[in-house]
């Protein structure tokens, strides 16, 4: 009986690279499952779970949450996704957790989005909200009609302090220092991908050409060794 191969992949890229809408790309055109980090630290922490307490416990104290409680998160979920193609998002953040990920399944590709910190920073520090509503504004892509008013309510739009100049540098940086390891480990081991560019748009057909010939060859290769 012939077993078809299950393509396991890992997205990254710092906040504000476009993951969000790649990611969500990827689930519509190639049917994955999506298991964000985030997503699903948030579901724990409502639900109150074990892990959801000792995660709360850490953000509230402004620290990263541990690498064993994150390994322990994501792949108590992965076991249940056994039988599905799958895209990872948000772990792993450190080269721990993508060794203790090596332990448990072996990783097919991994999407490095390499947008520039610059673009980034223009970006996010673009975006003003409408905090009753939570209407959000772009300066550059769909900017208020006038100046720091919302267009319904005449009221005043504010920035969220994640989105101030100096908080998006911080995060950056943070993102850097801590990944930068990671995708240094999967690029030893050949598995990394990256597409640079400043537009999600214009970098998007490059990584869905990219994961239908990866796609193919791992069919092509089912066929050619049948188990």
Not at 17 to 28: D, E, L, P
Not at 95 to 102: C, H, K, R, T
Not at 151 to 163: A, C, H, N, W
Not at 185 to 211: C, D, V
């Amino acid at each position: 009986m012939m077993v078809a191969s299950l393509l396991r992949a890992v997205i990254m890229g710092p906040p504000g690279s476009g993951k969000g809408t790649v990611s969500a790309r990827i689930i519509k055109h190639f049917g994955m499952k999506h298991l964000s980090s985030g997503d699903l630290l948030r579901d724990n922490m409502q639900k109150k779970t074990e892990v959801g307490i000792l995660a709360k416990f850490y953000i509230d104290q402004g620290r990263l949450i541990p690498d064993d409680i994150m390994t322990r998160l994501m792949l108590n979920e992965l076991k249940g996704l056994d039988r599905y193609n799958w895209l990872l998002d948000g772990f792993p953040r450190t080269v721990a957790q993508a060794e203790a990920l090596d332990k448990e399944c072996q990783i097919d590709t991994v999407i490095d989005l390499d947008v520039p910190f610059e673009t980034i920073k223009c970006r996010l520090t673009a975006r003003w909200i409408h905090p009753a509503s939570g209407r959000v504004y772009n300066l550059e892509f769909s900017p208020p009609k006038v100046q720091g008013i919302d267009d319904i309510t005449g009221e005043p739009l504010v920035q969220r302090d994640d989105d101030k100049p100096e908080t998006v540098t911080k995060r950056l940086q943070a993102y850097n220092a801590q990944t930068k390891p990671v995708l240094e480990y999967y690029r030893k081991k050949g598995l990394l991908k990256s597409f640079s560019g400043t537009e999600t748009n214009k970098i998007w057909p490059h990584i869905y050409a990219f994961l239908k010939t990866k796609l193919s060859d791992m069919s092509q290769k089912d066929a050619d060794n049948p188990r």
